[in-house]
Nanobody, 124 residues
C-alpha cells in the first residue's frame, strides 16, 4: 500500500501562485490531482503519465496550472498560477497502482491511492 502526502497548500490572494507537492511512499504509475470545494463533488484537475511526458487538464485550469513529477523522488507537483477565488478547495493527489496506456484518467475510480488533502484558499 502506497501512502500519498500532500503539502504546499495555504492562503493566497487572487492572481497569486502556489505549488503543491505529493510525496509517495513507493512507486506509482499515473498520477492525478483533484479538488473538492465545500458542498461540491470532488472534481478532476490534472493528470500525468507515469513517465511524465503526457499531461491532461480540466478546462477550468488549462493554461494556469501545470502538473509534473520527479520519479527519482517519488513526488508529484501541481504548480498553480493566476489563482482565482473559485479555485478555493481541498486539493487531493491520487495515483494508480498499475500502468495504463492512456493519460486521460479523470475519474475517481481510475485511481487506487489517495492523499489526505491540502487546503487552498484564494482571497479576492
Amino acid at each position: 500500500q502506497v501512502q500519498l502526502v500532500e503539502s504546499g497548500g495555504g492562503l493566497v490572494q487572487a492572481g497569486g501562485s502556489l505549488r503543491l507537492s505529493c510525496a509517495a511512499s513507493g512507486r506509482t504509475f499515473n498520477m492525478g490531482w483533484f479538488r473538492q470545494a465545500p458542498g461540491k463533488d470532488r472534481e478532476f484537475v490534472a493528470a500525468i503519465s507515469w513517465i511524465g511526458t503526457r499531461t491532461y487538464y480540466a478546462d477550468a485550469v488549462k493554461g494556469r496550472f501545470t502538473i509534473s513529477r520527479d520519479n527519482a523522488k517519488n513526488t508529484g507537483y501541481l504548480q498553480m498560477n493566476s489563482l482565482k477565488p473559485e479555485d478555493t478547495a481541498v486539493y487531493y493527489c491520487a495515483a494508480r497502482s498499475r500502468a495504463g496506456s492512456g493519460v486521460t484518467y479523470s475519474r475517481l475510480d481510475d485511481y487506487d491511492y489517495w492523499g489526505q488533502g491540502t487546503q487552498v484558499t484564494v482571497s479576492s
